[in-house]
């Protein structure tokens, strides 16, 4: 700030004072009128006591105590509030059959009745409880033009029939939104090596600014099977299963143009996972 | 001495409170190692109608197909996999849609004994409604046993087989983004006389077993034969013909995706295009020819019979500058060359004017006769 100018200078404060809550006798928020009725208990305690006799004294002190560290203990802040309206509401849902899950605080057993993996095994055998094992496939079909469905659906029933009996195979397609243009990454690697040739630079440039400057979201598709493998003794029982079905599986997923790959890292199998977990924006 | 004994007295206390603590530390390691724990949302809210992770992911879960007495199928006979198709058409922003179709394939005997004793139930119903109805027969039990026969005539030629199959549609998302989307999935769905219901009281349930997990809701099953179990698999991409370098084509208005081809992974490099006049075919050309310049570094020949000035094809060649050249001959040209003269390598040729053409990136042949050429 310049000498000739018509305020004063800045002070640091101080001390650092408690700012006041915001909503403190806001009479939109819960808690100011959960204050106001304790107030008004209170008042009405503090009336009973003046007029009752000397053991009715007491017992009404005892309770205006008991209002007083209730009201302290769960709505004395706005967050209190909160609090404890959530702890309510969930209480009665708990009553009602509606249950809350915290994956915090719950024990790792608990959760894998959800999640049932266990370990995941070289090669991509996963391990689920009760001894049950199974591999994760992503695949990369081609679309499909209504002339060549047909026989792309026999290829595929040949696929489906070649699963052995009683045994599970899940196809699942997720959808995924897609944030990144492959294109845009093309045209700025084709520009930096274009040279100073102009007309070239100026095509690809136009090319990026037209691509790039429409934002229509485009919903992209991830696709998954899974073979269960069955219930095995071990790990060295389920590489059998393995070697006895899934070669064969393969065999015929190439044939109906599903380009399977196994997946067999420990991330990738994970992320194929949280591709079904996760929120709208990956 | 009173000090010392108390001391003694505590230890057992402080082992105690040392133990405690080691088994909570050991309980949030095993914690931290679990799959689940890291896959799982932090709060998962469980509703007879829907789920809700985090506060914020609204979740349903729709199954399809109809349940039904052993003997009939509980997806309609014309199923296509163009359903899978007309779901995935559906590009909602805000929205996340897992199609999940899971099969267990049944033993032909078992599948034989159990229409056998379908059939037999319905015989027995049939023949007790003959009594009580003067020997009016139930036109439902007369399909049911019809179809009874048809299914087993599939399997006893070995032409199908029997699955149970269990098709769950995802949807999460925001709560008014994903009831949107649910009618829309609707809609579709009973569109091609697909049953749909709400799993009420189940949803978390139908939601695992959606999932890639050995976890199946008896619920969900529905009784297909292979056709149908084909169809119902996600087996077709609507975005597949992107590559990460190639030619770029433009933007399919069906996925919103950028698409763009790399030539060299085609069997065949060979392109029609076809619309009536003035629909922009020249002009769609010269656009792809361009990008074949400067994104594939090709060198392109442009040969026209016509002189197209509506397309200003001659701009084209012209944008190139040096690198460009327009060659009029025909009958009324100003240049005669031999076409073929591109062919043959600069050095060869030496400085023959004609060879020069052949280092030209936009090359481009006017007036062209193609008759005599």
């Known amino acids: 700030m310049s000498a000739l100018s018509p305020y004063s200078q ?83 849902s708990d009553k009602q059959g509606k249950h809350v899950i915290n994956s915090f605080d719950s024990t790792a057993e608990d959760l894998e009745k959800f999640i049932p993996i266990k370990k995941i095994h070289s090669g991509g055998i996963v391990e689920y409880s009760r001894n049950e094992y199974g591999i994760v496939i992503e695949t990369y079909p081609n679309r499909i033009s209504d002339d060549v469905r047909e026989h792309h659906e026999k290829k595929l029933e040949k696929l489906v029939n070649g699963i052995p009996a009683n045994t599970a195979f899940k196809t699942l397609s997720c959808s995924v939104l897609e944030p990144k243009k492959p294109v845009l990454n093309f045209l700025l690697e084709l520009s ?41 003794k071990n790990q060295d029982h ?20 599903l380009r399977p790959r196994i997946l067999t890292e420990n991330r990738e199998i994970l992320d194929s996972y949280r591709v079904m977990f996760s929120e709208v924006a990956l | 001495m009173s000090k010392i004994i108390g001391k003694i007295k505590s230890i057992p206390g402080a082992i105690r409170r040392k133990l405690r603590r080691a088994d909570e530390r050991a309980q949030d390691e095993a914690w931290k190692r679990s799959y689940a724990s890291q896959l799982l949302p932090s709060r998962m809210e469980i509703y007879d109608t829907h789920l809700r992770f985090d506060e914020r992911t609204y979740v349903r879960c729709l199954v399809c197909g109809l349940r039904s007495v052993t003997g009939s199928e509980g997806y309609p006979r014309e199923l296509s996999s163009k359903v899978i198709e007309r779901l995935q058409e559906l590009s909602f922003e805000g929205v996340k849609i897992i199609l999940s179709n899971g099969l267990i394939q049944l033993q032909g005997t078992d599948t034989k004994e159990e229409l056998q004793t379908a059939s037999y139930n319905v015989n027995k119903e049939q023949i007790s409604r ?17 179809d009874i026969i048809s299914n087993y005539r599939q399997i006893y030629y070995n032409s199908q087989r029997t699955f149970q199959s269990s098709f769950i549609i995802v949807i999460k998302g925001g709560e008014e983004e994903v009831f949107r989307a649910e009618s829309h999935i609707i809609s579709i769905l009973k569109s091609e006389l697909i049953e749909v219901q709400i799993p009420t009281g189940r949803m978390l349930e139908m939601f695992l077993s959606a999932l890639l997990l050995p976890v199946s809701e008896s619920k969900a099953w529905v009784e297909v034969r292979s056709d149908g179990a084909a169809a119902l698999c996600a087996a077709s991409n609507l975005n597949s013909r992107t ?46 020819l361009m990008r074949l310049v400067d994104m594939c570094n090709a060198r392109v020949i442009y040969t026209t019979p016509k002189a197209d000035e509506g397309t200003k094809y001659r701009a084209v060649a012209e944008f190139y500058q040096e690198k460009g050249c327009i060659a009029d001959i025909g009958l009324n040209g100003t240049e005669y060359l031999n076409p073929l003269d591109i062919l043959i390598d600069i050095e060869t040729v030496g400085k023959s004017p004609y060879a020069v053409k052949a280092g030209l990136s936009f090359l481009i042949f006017a007036g062209l006769n193609i008759s005599t050429f």
């Open chain 1, 10 to 92: 800045p002070k640091p404060p101080i001390t650092v004072t408690k700012v006041k809550n915001d909503r403190f006798l806001d009479f939109t928020a819960l808690h100011t009128w959960i204050m106001l009725l304790a107030i008004g208990i209170g008042l009405y305690l503090f009336k009973m006591i003046a007029v009752s006799p000397n053991i009715d004294k007491l017992m009404y002190l005892g309770v205006a105590f008991v209002i007083a560290n209730i009201w302290y203990k769960f709505f004395s802040t706005d967050e209190k509030v909160q609090f404890s309206k959530d702890r309510v509401i969930f209480f009665i």
């Open chain 1, 192 to 232: 930096s090596k274009a040279g100073d040739f102009k007309p070239k630079n100026k095509h690809l440039t136009d090319m990026y600014l037209q691509i790039s400057g429409d934002d229509s979201k485009v919903i992209s598709w991830k696709y998954y099977a899974s073979l269960s493998l069955g219930k095995q």
């Open chain 1, 238 to 257: 389920a590489k059998i299963q393995y070697g006895a079905v899934v070669p064969g599986l393969l065999k015929n997923m190439k044939a109906a143009s």
């Open chain 2, 130 to 146: 003959g009594i009580t109805h003067q020997g009016n027969p139930d036109l439902e039990l007369m399909m049911k046993h019809q």
């Open chain 2, 243 to 288: 590559d990460e370098k190639g030619l770029y084509f433009g933007k399919d208005l069906l996925t919103n995706n950028e698409v763009m081809l790399d030539l060299s992974t085609l069997a065949s490099r060979q392109l029609v295009m076809c619309g009536s006049t003035g629909s922009g075919k020249t002009f769609t050309f010269l656009l792809l």
